[in-house]
C-alpha cells in the first residue's frame, strides 16, 4: 500500500536551516497534490505549505519568505526548505498527499506520514 515517510527534523538554533523530505512507497497511479502541516504542542494542525491540485502553491503567512516548498515528479518525493527558523516553527511537520493508488486507480486517497520533530531552540 502506499507510504509516506518523512525525514530530515531535528534540533536547530533560531536563525538556522532544515531540508524535510516526504518519500512515498507503493504502487502510485497519480499524485494529485502534496503538502506540508505541522503541529505545535496544545495547537491544531495547521497547513504551512503544499502543491495544489492546479499546480499552484500555497504557504502559510506565517512562513511567507522561509520556507519553500520544492518536488521531484519522478521520485514522488516532496520537500520543505525551512530557513531563518524561530522557535514558534517547533513542531511536528507532517507530509499530505491526495493520491489515486493503483490498488484504486479511480479514487483519490489522503495520505498522511508519520511525522517529523522539529525543534528550534538555543
Known amino acids: 500500500q502506499v507510504q509516506l515517510v518523512e525525514s530530515g527534523g531535528g534540533l536547530v538554533q533560531p536563525g538556522g536551516s532544515l531540508r524535510l523530505s516526504c518519500a512515498t512507497s507503493g504502487r502510485i497511479f497519480r499524485i494529485n497534490a502534496m503538502g506540508w502541516y505541522r503541529q505545535a504542542p496544545g495547537k491544531q494542525r495547521e497547513l504551512v505549505a503544499e502543491?495544489?491540485?492546479?499546480?499552484?502553491?500555497n504557504y502559510a503567512d506565517s512562513v511567507k519568505g522561509r520556507f519553500t516548498i520544492s518536488r521531484d515528479n519522478a521520485k514522488n518525493t516532496a520537500y520543505l526548505q525551512m530557513n531563518s527558523l524561530k522557535p514558534e516553527d517547533t513542531a511536528v511537520y507532517y507530509c499530505?498527499?491526495?493520491?489515486?493508488?493503483?490498488?484504486?486507480?479511480?479514487?483519490?486517497?489522503?495520505?498522511w506520514g508519520q511525522g517529523t520533530q522539529v525543534t528550534v531552540s538555543s
Open positions: 502543491f495544489t491540485s492546479a499546480g499552484t502553491t
Open positions: 499530505h498527499a491526495r493520491i489515486r493508488p493503483m490498488s484504486v486507480p479511480l479514487s483519490e486517497t489522503s495520505y
